[in-house]
């Protein structure tokens, strides 16, 4: 596994994106676990994000894409809206222990 962050550096209802070893992820935590997925929208394959670390829509509830405004539920990557309905981002498996949230690429 590979360490991606410490673990307060991911708060609770924070989304943060990260590139490691060349490849752009996006973490968030969510009623404290966390989530981490590629950052790719499966309808385009471009990175999701309208600015640095902004992944999550208004209510803060699901993970949106700037482009077209496709919505991904946080908790299974699932696109609920948009013309990517029914496609999943790619998730990564992760852990989170003492020393922080380790991915597992």
């Known amino acids: 596994m590979k360490f991606l962050c410490a673990g307060d550096a991911l708060g609770e209802g924070q989304s943060r994106g990260f590139l490691l070893e060349g490849r752009k992820l ?7 676990r966390v989530f981490v997925y590629r950052n790719v929208c499966p309808h385009l394959g471009i990175p999701l994000e309208w600015q640095p670390d902004r992944f999550l829509d208004a209510s803060g ?5 700037a482009t077209h405004g496709a919505l991904f539920l946080i908790d299974s990557g699932e696109c609920v809206a948009g013309p990517c309905a029914g496609e999943h981002l790619p ?3 992760c852990r989170e222990d003492g020393a922080g949230i380790w991915v597992d690429l």
């Open 61 to 65: 509830s699901l993970i949106q894409c």
């Open 91 to 93: 998730r990564i498996a």
């Open 26 to 32: 996006l973490a968030i935590r969510k009623d404290d």
